[in-house]
Each structure stands twice: as structure tokens, then as C-alpha cells.
């Protein structure tokens, strides 16, 4: 059977695919593998754009590792099978009257996926998955079960919180959770000047902020998500019409077609920029957190985003503009902007440093590598880290001196999986072997 991601950027044919049910078949898994010398991987969903998560010999599927195992109302935290998608935790939660503090902009990853790679929201207080995470258990490479908490295998925890896939396969992920909130969301188009002028405040003021520049143009679409200090019944959502207005026609259908259209005619796609970043207007409304936090994405697109120091973020982004401008590239997907504040997670990117995010996307047809290469280089002019699942080049030694901990994950991952038995191609460019 093929595995293909998301983007359809990478696909491979995998000798054996188990589906895990619990612990013990994972470690049979490893023990076969490790026996006959060969790989193997768990993938997620596949949402990561890179070939992070290729399997080679053995894929490990997460299905059957779905659901909650146990909550702790006393130290609010809440224990899940690995393989559970994020929109099936956020369920189980609300109707539990809990929820996690922040998340990315879709739903459909794995929790393990998720926090493999990073993956954030925005916020300038407000961190990314892996901040959240309180404990975890894994399968190593030796075939070993391991439970990391603060309080014991402390060190596992702290570096497996971002584990690229690369000591384990992840068997359950305990969260830190809080009562279930509201969130306000109030999006707003702006003038290029008007959102940078403004973007440190506004960053600062709202609980999550996130704005998107549409190449071509001086308009930005600013979005600011702020908690409500109000009982759940008092929720305000968009009427069905209007959000499935926006969100599913404007934001999916019709941006697909266009696109697609525009990969043909790309010299259009100025107009076509001027003319989507007008049609998003002016909205507020308000509902529980996971539904304003996360929606739909079904048009399939390619990405790269980095992370550089807060306080190169808009000088980035600055340069970024200046080289597309003086491009021929027709871009037709806009640069998202977010934040985040430092954290403690070794191979997080924003690990030790307030960050910006800059993220450049091309349509799933479109030509990509001159663009990404450009972004690349202006971003690691400014000490920018990539995102683990998103388009980059760097390899070993550029990462190490990005992460000032890198060391010590590597001698982790030689220690649980000394025969490399996670390992695959791109593990390997990243970590050096
Ligand atoms: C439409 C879209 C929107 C996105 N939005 C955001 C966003 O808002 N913020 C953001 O930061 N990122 C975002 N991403 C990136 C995405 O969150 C990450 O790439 C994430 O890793 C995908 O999770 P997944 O379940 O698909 O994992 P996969 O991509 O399948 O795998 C990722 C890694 O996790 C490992 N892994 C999976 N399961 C296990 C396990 N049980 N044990 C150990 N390792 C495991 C895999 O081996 C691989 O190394 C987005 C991606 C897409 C396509």
C-alpha cells in the first residue's frame, strides 16, 4: 500500500503496515524490526510537508491508539492515546468542560504528529503543543517502555516534547488543560503600514494574534482572538451562512479555483490578490476555544515557514516583501505572521527566545524552490529556525548551531535508538546520521 502526505510532496511503499492497538503491539513492532535490521516509523496524518514522517520498512498507523485514557481534575492535566486526532480531543474535552490553552490553525493532526514537530499556534504569551505537554509514554528503539514525568525519566520528557519521531514511538501524551473558555475573534483588514506600525502592540494587547500580507498588495487581513470572561452560553458564533460564506466558500472553494486558474495565468494573480484580500471583511464573533482557534483547509498547498527572534520579525518580513517585489514570482497565497514567547522545549523554535513566524506558501501546482529559496536565505540571515514539518534545506550542523541544546538530543536518540531504528532519509540530514 502507498503512503502519501498531505501535500502529495512525498509518498513510499512500505513492506509491513501494523495498526497498534496498544503498547505491547508497538513493542512487538520495535523487537521485529530490531531483530531483522530494519525500520520503522509511526506516521500521524501526514500533515507534515517534509519527509519527516516517510516510513521506509515497517509504518506503524495511529488508528487504533485513539481517545482519552484518564483526566486529573486536581492537577488538570489529561492523558490521550497518541494516534487521537486533535479535533477528537477537543471534542472529548468540551464535553468534558475542559480544553487545551492554544493550538495551530487546523485540527486534523495527530497529537503525536503534532508535537513531534512543533507544531504552534500564536500568541504572545500563549506557547506552542509541546509547552503543554506534561508527560508522556514511549517505546525506544531498544524496545523499552518509558514513562517520562517531571518526576521520573525527566530528562526524556523534556527533549521528547519535540521528538522529530527520532527516539520513539510515542504511546500516550498527557496535557496540561484548563476550565473550557470562549474566545472573542475579531478579524479586521489593515494597510501594510497600518498592521506594522501597530504589530507590537497589537501582538501584545490581544491574547492570539495572527495576520496574513497578500503579495502584490498593501493589505493585510489582521486577525485578534482574545479570551471572554463570560459563561459558555453567552457565546456569539458567526451565523451559519456568513461562516459558511467566508470559511467554506470564499477561504476554500472559490480560493481553489482561483488558484488553480492562476497557475495557468499567473500574471492575474496580482489582481486576484487585490480582489480575495477585499472580499475578506470586517467580522467578530465568538465561540468555544477549539472553534475559533482551528478550520478547514482543503485547498492543498506547499509550505515553509521559520522562526526568527521577535525582534528581527518585521525586518524579515520587510525584506521578504522587497524580494518578492523585485521578483518575477507571482505569489498567490499570503504570508502568514504570528508570535510566540520563549519556552523551555530544547528543539522547539522558540525554544529560549520571544519569536515571529513567517510562513510562505505556493498552491500544491505551483512552482515553489526559487521562492522558498529566497525566503530561506533572508530568514537564516536572521537566525531563523525552520518548522520541523515544513519545507526547509538545513541539515545538521546549520541546526546545531541554531539550537543550543541539540547535543544533548542527539546523545538522547543514541541512547533509545541505537540502531537507528526510526531513522529514515531525511532523519538522517537532519541529525547527521
Ligand atoms: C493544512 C495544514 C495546516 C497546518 N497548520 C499548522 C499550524 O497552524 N501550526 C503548526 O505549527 N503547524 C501546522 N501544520 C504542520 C503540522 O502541524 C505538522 O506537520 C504535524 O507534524 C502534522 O501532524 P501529523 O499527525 O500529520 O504527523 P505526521 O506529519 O504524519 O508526522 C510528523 C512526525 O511525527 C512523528 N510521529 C507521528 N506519530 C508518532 C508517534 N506516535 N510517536 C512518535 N513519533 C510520531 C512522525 O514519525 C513524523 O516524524 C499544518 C500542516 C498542514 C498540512
Not at 490553552?101 to 512543533?118: E, V
Not at 515571529?356 to 529566497?374: I, P, S
Request: a negative charge; one cysteine or more; charged letters at 25%.
Amino acid at each position: 500500500m502507498r503512503w502519501r502526505n498531505w501535500s502529495g510532496l512525498e509518498s513510499s511503499y512500505p513492506d509491513v503496515i501494523v495498526h497498534p492497538g496498544d503498547t505491547g503491539s508497538v513493542v512487538a513492532a520495535v523487537d521485529r524490526a530490531r531483530t531483522d535490521g530494519t525500520t520503522l516509523k509511526m506516521v500521524g496524518t501526514g500533515h507534515s510537508f517534509t519527509a519527516i514522517g516517510t516510513p521506509g520498512h515497517t509504518m506503524l498507523r495511529p488508528d487504533r491508539l485513539s481517545g482519552i485514557v484518564a483526566v486529573d481534575r486536581h492537577a488538570m492535566t489529561v492523558t490521550a492515546l497518541a494516534g487521537t486526532p486533535l479535533h477528537v480531543l477537543n471534542t472529548a474535552l468540551e464535553r468534558l468542560g475542559l480544553s487545551l490553552h492554544n493550538m495551530g490553525d487546523i485540527a486534523d493532526q495527530t497529537l503525536a504528529g503534532a508535537i513531534s514537530t512543533g507544531t504552534h499556534g500564536t500568541g504572545g504569551v500563549a506557547a506552542g503543543l509541546s509547552a503543554q505537554v506534561a508527560g508522556l509514554e514511549l517505546v525506544t528503539g531498544t524496545g523499552d517502555v518509558l514513562t517520562a514525568t517531571p518526576e521520573g525519566n525527566a530528562e526524556v520528557l523534556d527533549l521528547a516534547r519535540v521528538g522529530l519521531g527520532a527516539l520513539g514511538v510515542l504511546t500516550t501524551i498527557t496535557f496540561r488543560v484548563e476550565p473550557l473558555f470562549l474566545l472573542e475573534a475579531h478579524e479586521q483588514p489593515m494597510t501594510w503600514d497600518g498592521a506594522l506600525a501597530s504589530f507590537d502592540e497589537l501582538a501584545s494587547a490581544n491574547h492570539h494574534f495572527d495576520m496574513y500580507w497578500f503579495p502584490h498588495t498593501d493589505r493585510v487581513l489582521a486577525k485578534q482572538n482574545n479570551r471572554l470572561d463570560a459563561p459558555l452560553d453567552e457565546a456569539e458564533p458567526l451565523a451559519r451562512t456568513r461562516a459558511w460564506f467566508d470559511d467554506e466558500l470564499l477561504a476554500n472553494r472559490v480560493f481553489g479555483l482561483l488558484c488553480a486558474g492562476s497557475n495557468r495565468a499567473p500574471g492575474v494573480i496580482p489582481r486576484m490578490n487585490r480582489m480575495t484580500s477585499r472580499l475578506l471583511t470586517e467580522r467578530q464573533y465568538s465561540d468555544v476555544a477549539h472553534r475559533v482557534f482551528t478550520s478547514p483547509r482543503r485547498v492543498v498547498f506547499k509550505e515553509m515557514e521559520y522562526a526568527v527572534p521577535r525582534a528581527a520579525g518585521l525586518d524579515a518580513l520587510r525584506e521578504a516583501r522587497r524580494a518578492i517585489e523585485a521578483s518575477d514570482w507571482r505569489i498567490s497565497f499570503p504570508v502568514e505572521v504570528r508570535v510566540a514567547p520563549a519556552d523551555d522545549v530544547p528543539l522547539s523554535t522558540a525554544c529560549q527566545r520571544d519569536t515571529v513566524y513567517l510562513a510562505f506558501h505556493t498552491h500544491r501546482d505551483a512552482e515553489h524552490t526559487g521562492y522558498f529559496a529566497a525566503m530561506e536565505r533572508i530568514m537564516r540571515a536572521h537566525d531563523g529556525r525552520p518548522h520541523w514539518g515544513k519545507l526547509h534545506s538545513l541539515g545538521a550542523s546549520e541546526l546545531a548551531e541554531t539550537y543550543p541544546r541539540f547535543g544533548e538530543f542527539l546523545a538522547l536518540r543514541d541512547r533509545l535508538d541505537p540502531d537507528r531504528v526510526f531513522a529514515n532519509d531525511h532523519l538522517r540530514r537532519l541529525l547527521g546520521d
